[in-house]
């Protein structure tokens, strides 16, 4: 055996270690008590859970190697036929034993195995509903529209616009709870309303490092918020300083990303995600990443990436949520698990991508359809907003 | 003859006392003395048409008397053939009645100085004037009788100034307006008969000073009437005879509250045998009351407490002779001055109603159908004002001239008679008037909605009056 | 001879000058006061007007004193210590009802409301609505040992069932804050209904019960709903909104010991219907609200009035222990209402959904459940029942006493003096007045039940001025308004003695109008005795935020962000100007609907405006963005179409801004002495 050879052949051995350990001190909190307790049986009615080794074993071996990931399976799609009121999902959030997803026609809510309804009739200010959160503190539901934002209450809608008080728009993209403060990013700039001294703070290009005050998407944490700006980049915003600090691409307008990360990928942002000290920024041109000191860009030409064109991302814990116009994305960065419909068939499939190896596993069936706007997970189940309706996937447990 | 003899010696008897005490002291009429109207028992049985009987007393007199003091009465209205229905001012010092100093003058409502038995009339009309009352604006309501083509024969109230002048009439139905009194909220308490199409059962109905608001108050049982005059009790009690329609003049005391008159009614002599005519509150929830053991006998006054089985101590008697009604002769609380919303340069009045559609579920079948009313139809005494149609809410909205009685049936696409005609209405100038429903309970109050009747101009009544020109009344 | 003509000269020459000035001068005199008080009967008296509308000064002080003015009341678990809170004495007041006196006294915040026990006895909870705060006191010592912040307007408290937190509803904020007593934080703010008061935990400790006393805002006609909101009080979260329709002036709260009902006082306003008359509950209706915690959960409303006399401004009200009695305490009437709750159980049982809803509106049903009205002192409000049920304690509020009644005689038994003066000022019976109905047609409604707060109700209502269904008004605030003549919204009442004079007794209590000594005592107290509140939420310090500061650049400019000169009635400040901005003359800002009749409105004063929604002459704005966003686009209402979204926010900042100018310098001095009189 040549010296070099060798020497391949123990980086390899000390590789695969170093990947067995991770992939044991990884997966062994899923298998806990308090993960499968956190469960909702309502919301897995009638589903069994399905491990690992109910798959083809070289199934089983593929999904081992999405290593952190999570992969899902044993997906459900629900559409008009089971009581949406349109296959066009735009968002999706889980709010204990309920599910809320804002469609083209009206928020429907998902109970009990049941689906109700509301639109305008109920109360909603406009029935296309893109963005939904959750007040962790008060337990009320934030539903942005396209006729302005709805404060959803003990079973009470209130409406705020940009008629009736300091909404910077009616055509709201995005909305965001941080503790008492409720974010939203607009047609007309991004605003922060305060629910206990009822101001509005609204930031447009007139007080904020904007160059138009097109904005679709916001987050916040660590006492900061980060807005997605369109032609803008991301500007962040310390809440307690008040100051502003933006982030642009480098690189102008221009289509490619001429020096890897150098900064976000582009300045046609469409969403940020904060988590554990990561910011992810989504673009239609590709994804970044940034530490706090380091930026990093992501594509589809070199990492398992759906597509360049995002429409959302979500971030849980290490991992983020990638939501395309070509399928949904799941990474910590480093190893990718995107999900892809066939075109032909309701079968799809999950890409396992981990440096330079692809790998896939067949799902059936598999997401509803790959124009994906909303994603959101919880526990062991990972709910999807698309085009075609409204999936649900399930862990898919690693036991080993 | 009979009659002037014995009032040529009751006087007589009692004028020379009289004169005395004004000698005596500067007052003619004692304080805590009170004043009757005393009736020759002759002229009680008299069979002349029911609602004249009530107030034709001829021949009677008023005499004063203290009920504490063995004293016989003694006539205050000597010069005059008849004098009945008296009233005292606020301050305790005069003294309104009807009189006629000769036998065929018209009744005129006449005021007397209790200090020196001096007095003068204050109206000079031919036709009668009965039943007077002090007003706390100053001034007096009285019954006049009216007989014209608008409401064909009545017994209007009217008011006018103490000397006289401004003189109003404020009732427009074709009905008797009897006994009157002064409610302390300011109203008007009147024993009302309607006359068209036939005489119905009296009612007590209430109005303000002006005429305006006028509405049910109390209804007895069917057949009863309501003889003698009503006395509001200082707990806020109403009380009055109530007699059988054959009985005419006398019956059982009845309590009612002001608070709910409707749903109140006490007899307080169900246990009493013969007949009461009237009662006043005297003291210690007694009261001073007109009692007869039977028709044969004459009204005397007794002391009358309800919590006993019997007409009480006997208080004061006057052989051959009625005691029909009774007031203190003391200065007594002014009730509340009202104001009033009425202008006599405004030709009309408005009605609003909001739903004659209305079905209440609490008094199922008073005046509540099941078809759905789609017009009302305004009526006067014998013509038609026209033909309305209500709104989807059942609503409507009149402009009515006002001073005119009116009645109004509502109708069904068809143009039958779904309810009424209700009882009579009228409208003062500038009022304007309220009702939840056809033929709605008193004790109900409006939903609080916008009735859509009120989005549009007022409808003219009577329909073929297109246009008016009057004054416009901003009263906010 | 010289000496007698040294008297009769100058005596001669003051007998020619009388002579050649008296005339004219009561020529002048009486047309001064004809046109001052819109009569020509008024006896020529300068002090009606002159001495008693004084605000400050030493006549001010002569003519004035301090009163406690008892608002609400807690009783020791032993029923031997009343805890008393002083609205106007800015105090707490601990009462032993064995020797019927004041025993102890200790300051608290402005305008305390409420005082709470919690469970061991230890502490007092009082919220101090004008300071946003809550007075912790420790109640060994009998002092404030603590302060806690709370949101704007603090006013009903309750504690939960393990006592760990305290709910503090924030009456001017319309939320409710969670306060953590293990750190003495909020932990949260939950969102109520319009104007809440009143705060009560329902007996299995498992839910809260907030009552609203303002409708949430609708269109003129819509049916009125005022939110009761129910908070779980395992995760704190509001768990339901329950519209009470066509209610409002929901004060209070409280629960029958078996936990079967909860009970509401509340008032339903006929805002919709045109004011034409009184008779026959066309105006206001008083009643009590019940929520059947039990299946099936129903809200029932049961009317309180009768048909000729109403008990108007229910305010307290309280429970036996063993849930047979009621008593509602009847601010504008001076009484106590006694409930048989076994006879409201019985209607409610036997009556269908159609009847229950129907006894609403149904003046005679209160024959069958309401067995006493106990009369009181003046302006009865905050009620307690001792623990063995035998005593009810109620604070007359105007009275500065507390009656003491027993719930079996169901008799006044005796009264406690607070130890208050004992004259009763010029403006002081003014504010009595202004607080009973007895100058209504059968006591129907008080000047309070429209302006509650001496403020304004929210309410838009049809005055029926010239025709029905036209010219709907909004009610105003009568908080400071006697240096802003002329009044009404078209402006024709020159002085606060005409407003409430004969043409106010026409249209709106339609009886006995006041007597001058009444009114001289009415406008004493409207014109000296109603300050604003401070504007703790927006302007707490009288420094502005930048947005403030921007807004307040955007209200005083004089030319547009284009360069143009703005046209000077079409400036802000114009119509506008400080102290009071309204320059006090009519105006046409391009409101008048098709149902108003052809008129100019009179300018509004701006202070305090953020309380005080829905906005313009009809009430068509519910927030102030809408004037201009919705109702401002012909400019006429102030050149804003310049402005972008931020401006427009900055601008309507700098009007909350906008506070009582006595907070703003010494006055302030003058009118925390204010805040103390009447």
């Known amino acids: 055996m040549k010296?070099?050879?060798?020497?391949?052949?123990?980086?390899?051995?000390?590789?695969?270690?170093?990947?067995?350990?991770?992939?044991?001190?990884?997966?062994?909190?899923?298998?806990?008590?308090?993960?499968?307790?956190?469960?909702?049986?309502?919301?897995?009615?009638?589903?069994?859970?399905?491990?690992?080794?109910?798959?083809?074993?070289?199934?089983?071996?593929?999904?081992r190697e999405a290593g952190a990931v999570p992969v899902y399976g044993n997906w459900r799609t629900f559409t008009t036929r089971d009581g949406l009121p349109s296959d066009k999902?735009?968002?999706?959030?889980?709010?204990?034993?309920?599910?809320?997803?804002?469609?083209?026609?009206?928020?429907?809510?998902?109970?009990?195995?049941?689906?109700?309804?509301?639109?305008?009739?109920?109360?909603?200010?406009?029935?296309?509903?893109?963005?939904?959160?959750?007040?962790?503190?008060?337990?009320?539901?934030?539903?942005?529209?396209?006729?302005?934002?709805?404060?959803?209450?003990?079973?009470?809608?209130?409406?705020?616009?940009q008629f009736n008080s300091g909404m910077p728009n009616d055509l709201v993209y995005n909305v965001f709870c941080y503790g008492k403060d409720v974010w939203v990013a607009t047609g007309g700039g991004a605003?922060?309303?305060?629910?206990?001294?009822?101001?509005?703070?609204?930031?447009?290009?007139?007080?904020?490092?904007?160059?138009?005050?097109?904005?679709?998407?916001?987050?916040?944490?660590?006492?900061?918020?980060?807005?997605?700006?369109?032609?803008?980049?991301?500007?962040?915003?310390?809440?307690?300083?008040?100051?502003?600090?933006?982030?642009?691409?480098?690189?102008?307008?221009?289509?490619?990303?001429?020096?890897?990360?150098?900064?976000?990928?582009?300045?046609?942002?469409?969403?940020?995600?904060?988590?554990?000290?990561?910011?992810w920024v989504s673009t239609y041109f590709g994804m970044s990443r940034y530490d706090g000191k380091n930026w990093k860009g992501y594509f589809d030409h070199d990492s398992g990436l759906a597509s360049n064109f995002i429409n959302f991302v979500r971030a849980e814990g290490k991992v983020v949520f990638v939501c395309s116009d070509n399928g949904l994305s799941t990474t910590d960065g480093n190893t990718w698990v995107t999900y892809k419909k066939n075109d032909n068939d309701e079968n799809g499939k999950a890409i396992i991508t981990s440096g330079n190896e692809k790998k896939e596993i067949p799902l059936t069936p598999s997401i509803a359809h790959n124009f994906i706007i909303g994603v959101d997970a919880q526990d062991d189940v990972l709910w999807v907003a698309t085009s075609g309706g409204v999936c649900r996937g399930e862990l898919i447990k690693n036991n080993r | 003859m009979k009659l002037n003899l014995i009032s040529f010696i009751l006087s007589l008897s009692l004028s020379g006392?009289?004169?005395?005490?004004?000698?005596?002291?500067?007052?003619?009429?004692?304080?805590?003395?009170?004043?009757?109207?005393?009736?020759?028992?002759?002229?009680?049985?008299?069979?002349?048409?029911?609602?004249?009987?009530?107030?034709?007393?001829?021949g009677s007199r008023i005499a004063s008397f203290n009920p504490d003091l063995l004293k016989p009465a003694r006539v205050l209205t000597k010069d005059f053939y008849s004098a009945c229905m008296p009233s005292i001012s606020y301050d305790g010092e005069y003294m309104l009645f009807a009189g006629q100093k000769e036998k065929n003058d018209p009744w005129q409502i006449w005021e007397m100085n209790l200090n020196n038995l001096k007095f003068r009339k204050i109206t000079s009309i031919e036709d009668d004037c009965t039943f007077p009352a002090y007003l706390p604006d100053g001034g007096l309501v009285f019954t006049r009788k009216i007989v014209n083509?608008?409401?064909?024969?009545?017994?209007?109230?009217?008011?006018?100034?103490?000397?006289?002048?401004?003189?109003?009439?404020?009732?427009?139905?074709?009905?008797?307006?009897?006994?009157?009194?002064?409610?302390?909220?300011?109203?008007?308490?009147?024993?009302?008969?309607?006359?068209?199409?036939?005489?119905?059962?009296?009612?007590?109905?209430?109005?303000?000073?002006?005429?305006?608001?006028?509405?049910?108050?109390?209804?007895?049982?069917?057949?009863?009437?309501?003889?003698?005059?009503?006395?509001?009790?200082?707990?806020?009690?109403?009380?009055?005879?109530?007699?059988?329609?054959?009985?005419?003049?006398?019956?059982?005391?009845?309590?009612?509250?002001?608070?709910?008159?409707?749903?109140?009614?006490?007899?307080?002599?169900?246990?009493?045998?013969?007949?009461?005519?009237?009662?006043?509150?005297f003291r210690n929830d007694s009261y001073l009351a007109g009692w007869r053991e039977s028709d044969s006998g004459n009204y005397a006054l007794y002391l009358f407490d309800p919590s006993e089985k019997s007409p009480g101590k006997l208080i004061f008697t006057d052989p051959g002779f009625n005691i029909t009604d009774i007031v203190a002769s003391d200065e007594h609380e002014r009730q509340r001055k009202l104001p009033s919303e009425v202008d006599m340069q405004v030709k009309t009045g408005l009605l609003l109603c909001q739903n004659i559609n209305f079905i209440n579920p609490l008094s199922p079948g008073t005046g509540n159908h099941t078809t759905e009313a789609t017009n009302i139809e305004v009526l006067g005494i014998d013509t038609t004002y026209g033909l309305i149609p209500v709104e989807n809410d059942g609503s409507f909205y009149l402009k009515v001239m006002a001073d005119t009685p009116f009645r109004i049936r509502i109708l069904d696409e068809k143009g039958n008679t779904v309810n009424g005609p209700c009882s009579w209405l009228w409208l003062r100038p500038n009022e304007r008037r309220g009702c939840v429903g056809c033929h709605d309970d008193p004790e109900l109050v409006p939903f609080n909605q916008v009735p859509l009747a009120v989005k549009k101009a007022p409808v003219i009544v009577p329909v073929h009056i297109k246009e008016l020109k009057e004054k416009i009344v901003e009263l906010e | 001879m010289r000496k007698s003509l040294r008297i009769i000269i100058p005596l001669g020459i003051i007998g020619i000058l009388t002579g050649v000035f008296y005339?004219?001068?009561?020529?002048?005199?009486?047309?001064?006061?004809?046109?001052?008080?819109?009569?020509?009967?008024?006896?020529?008296?300068?002090?009606?007007?002159?001495?008693?509308?004084?605000?400050?000064?030493?006549?001010?002080?002569?003519?004035?004193?301090?009163?406690?003015?008892?608002?609400?009341?807690?009783?020791?678990?032993?029923?031997?210590?009343?805890?008393?809170?002083?609205?106007?004495?800015?105090?707490?007041?601990?009462?032993?009802?064995?020797?019927?006196?004041?025993?102890?006294?200790?300051?608290?915040?402005?305008?305390?409301?409420?005082?709470?026990?919690?469970?061991?006895?230890?502490?007092?909870?009082?919220?101090?609505?004008?300071?946003?705060?809550?007075?912790?006191?420790?109640?060994?010592?009998?002092?404030?040992?603590?302060?806690?912040?709370?949101?704007?307007?603090?006013?009903?408290?309750?504690?939960?069932?393990?006592?760990?937190?305290?709910?503090?509803?924030?009456?001017?904020?319309?939320?409710?804050?969670?306060?953590?007593?293990?750190?003495?934080?909020?932990?949260?703010?939950?969102?109520?209904?319009?104007?809440?008061?009143?705060?009560?935990?329902?007996?299995?400790?498992?839910?809260?019960?907030?009552?609203?006393?303002?409708?949430?805002?609708?269109?003129?006609?819509?049916?009125?709903?005022?939110?009761?909101?129910?908070?779980?009080?395992?995760?704190?979260?509001?768990?339901e909104r329950r519209d009470i329709k066509s209610a409002y002036l929901m004060e209070n709260v409280a629960f029958t010991g078996s936990g079967d009902l909860a009970l509401i006082p509340l008032i339903r306003p006929k805002n919709n219907v045109p004011t034409i008359q009184v008779e026959r509950g066309w105006m206001m209706t008083d009643g009590i609200g019940i929520v059947e915690l039990k299946p099936p959960g129903r809200t029932i409303q049961l009317l309180l009035d009768e048909p000729n006399t109403y008990y108007s401004d229910p305010f307290g009200i309280a429970v036996t222990p063993d849930g047979k009695k009621a008593f509602v305490s009847h601010a504008g009437v001076d009484c106590i209402s006694v409930l048989d709750l076994d006879a409201v159980r019985d209607i409610i049982a036997g009556s269908t959904d159609e009847m229950l809803n129907a006894y609403s509106n149904y003046l005679g049903i209160s024959s069958r459940f309401v067995i006493k009205r106990i009369p009181t002192g003046a302006n009865p409000k905050g009620l307690a029942i001792s623990p063995d049920g035998k005593l009810l304690y109620v604070a007359e509020h105007l009275e500065d006493r507390i009656a003491v009644i027993s719930t079996d005689s169901l008799c006044t038994i005796s009264n406690i003096d607070l130890g208050g003066p004992r004259r009763i000022t010029v403006a002081r019976h003014g504010r009595r007045l202004l607080n009973n109905a007895g100058h209504t047609f059968q006591n129907q409604y008080s000047c309070y039940t429209c302006h509650p707060d001496v403020h304004e109700d929210g309410l838009v209502y049809n005055m029926a001025s010239i025709d029905m269904g036209r010219n709907v008004t909004n009610t105003q605030s009568l908080r400071n308004i006697g240096d802003t003549p002329p009044y009404k919204w078209n402006g024709k009442n020159q002085t606060v003695y005409k407003q409430d004079g004969m043409r106010f007794s026409t249209v709106l209590t339609r009886t006995e109008a006041f007597s001058y000594k009444e009114l001289d005592a009415i406008v004493s107290y409207i014109m000296t005795g109603i300050p604003n509140p401070p504007d703790l939420l927006y302007n707490a310090n009288g420094e502005l935020t930048e947005a403030q500061k921007s807004?307040?650049?955007i209200f005083e400019r004089t030319h547009d962000f284009h360069g143009n000169e703005i046209p000077v009635l079409n400036r802000c400040v114009t119509c506008h100007p400080p102290p009071y901005y309204t320059n006090r003359q009519p105006a046409d800002v391009g409101t008048l609907a098709s149902t108003d009749d052809s008129m100019l409105f009179d300018t509004p004063h701006l202070n305090n405006i953020f309380a005080s929604p829905p906005y313009l002459h009809d009430g068509r704005a519910k927030t102030l963005e809408e004037i201009w966003t919705l109702y401002g686009k012909t400019e006429q209402h102030g050149s804003v179409n310049d402005l972008t979204k931020i401006q427009l926010n900055d601008l309507v900042e700098y009007l909350k801004s906008l506070r009582d100018p006595a907070y703003d310098h010494r006055e302030s001095e003058i009118l925390q002495a204010s805040f103390g009189h009447h």
């Not at chain 1, 049941?114 to 959750?134: A, E, Q």
């Not at chain 1, 529209?145 to 209130?158: D, H, N, R, Y």
């Not at chain 1, 097109?214 to 500007?235: E, L, M, N, R």
């Not at chain 3, 025993?103 to 946003?132: F, M």
Request: hydrophobic share 35%; with cysteine; aromatic share 8%.
């Open chain 2, 17 to 58: 006392s009289g004169i005395l005490l004004i000698s005596c002291n500067g007052r003619a009429v004692k304080k805590g003395t009170f004043v009757a109207t005393v009736v020759p028992e002759n002229l009680m049985n008299e069979n002349s048409p029911d609602d004249e009987i009530r107030y034709n007393l001829t």
């Open chain 3, 23 to 239: 005339f004219p001068f009561h020529k002048w005199a009486r047309e001064h006061v004809n046109y001052m008080t819109a009569t020509n009967d008024h006896p020529l008296m300068c002090t009606s007007c002159h001495l008693y509308i004084q605000k400050s000064g030493i006549i001010h002080k002569i003519l004035n004193a301090q009163y406690y003015s008892p608002f609400n009341l807690a009783l020791s678990e032993n029923g031997k210590y009343l805890y008393v809170v002083a609205e106007e004495g800015n105090a707490l007041l601990l009462v032993d009802t064995e020797k019927q006196k004041v025993i102890r006294k200790t300051a608290v915040g402005t305008r305390p409301h409420t005082v709470i026990l919690d469970r061991d006895e230890k502490r007092a909870y009082v919220s101090n609505q004008w300071s946003d705060n809550i007075s912790v006191i420790d109640l060994k010592s009998f002092s404030v040992i603590d302060t806690l912040i709370t949101g704007n307007g603090p006013a009903g408290m309750a504690l939960n069932s393990d006592g760990k937190y305290l709910y503090v509803v924030n009456s001017f904020s319309s939320d409710i804050s969670v306060i953590d007593l293990s750190t003495g934080t909020e932990e949260k703010r939950l969102t109520a209904g319009n104007n809440p008061a009143g705060a009560g935990i329902t007996p299995d400790g498992s839910r809260l019960f907030v009552t609203s006393r303002r409708t949430l805002s609708a269109p003129y006609g819509d049916t009125l709903r005022c939110e009761l909101t129910v908070v779980n009080n395992d995760n704190r979260r509001v768990e």
């Open chain 1, 191 to 279: 605003g922060c309303y305060d629910t206990t001294t009822k101001q509005w703070k609204i930031f447009t290009e007139q007080n904020a490092p904007m160059h138009e005050p097109w904005t679709y998407g916001v987050s916040a944490g660590d006492g900061k918020a980060w807005i997605a700006a369109w032609g803008g980049g991301v500007i962040e915003y310390n809440i307690m300083t008040e100051q502003f600090r933006d982030y642009v691409d480098p690189d102008g307008f221009m289509e490619i990303d001429l020096q890897p990360d150098d900064g976000v990928v582009h300045d046609i942002t469409t969403a940020t995600a904060y988590c554990d000290s990561i910011l």
């Open chain 2, 149 to 281: 083509d608008t409401i064909k024969t009545a017994l209007c109230l009217f008011t006018c100034r103490r000397d006289g002048s401004g003189l109003h009439q404020i009732t427009f139905s074709p009905s008797s307006n009897l006994s009157t009194i002064v409610l302390r909220d300011g109203r008007l308490l009147t024993v009302t008969r309607n006359l068209i199409p036939s005489p119905d059962d009296p009612v007590f109905i209430v109005m303000r000073p002006d005429g305006t608001k006028a509405d049910i108050f109390y209804r007895g049982e069917k057949g009863t009437c309501l003889p003698g005059r009503p006395n509001e009790t200082a707990d806020g009690n109403i009380i009055f005879a109530e007699a059988d329609i054959s009985g005419l003049s006398g019956g059982d005391l009845i309590s009612i509250t002001y608070n709910r008159p409707l749903h109140s009614r006490v007899n307080l002599t169900s246990e009493v045998n013969g007949e009461f005519n009237f009662a006043l509150p």
């Open chain 1, 89 to 161: 999902a735009y968002t999706v959030r889980i709010d204990g034993d309920r599910v809320l997803v804002g469609t083209h026609d009206g928020l429907s809510v998902y109970q009990n195995g049941k689906w109700r309804t509301y639109t305008t009739d109920d109360g909603l200010p406009h029935n296309g509903v893109v963005s939904v959160d959750i007040s962790d503190l008060t337990g009320d539901v934030w539903i942005a529209t396209f006729g302005g934002l709805c404060c959803w209450s003990a079973g009470k809608f209130e409406t705020f616009n």
């Open chain 3, 551 to 553: 807004g307040k650049a």
């Open chain 1, 3 to 63: 010296k070099s050879s060798y020497r391949y052949f123990i980086a390899a051995i000390i590789l695969l270690a170093i990947f067995a350990v991770v992939l044991l001190l990884v997966k062994k909190p899923a298998l806990t008590d308090a993960t499968v307790n956190k469960s909702k049986p309502e919301v897995l009615a009638g589903n069994a859970h399905k491990d690992i080794d109910k798959y083809p074993g070289s199934s089983a071996e593929k999904i």
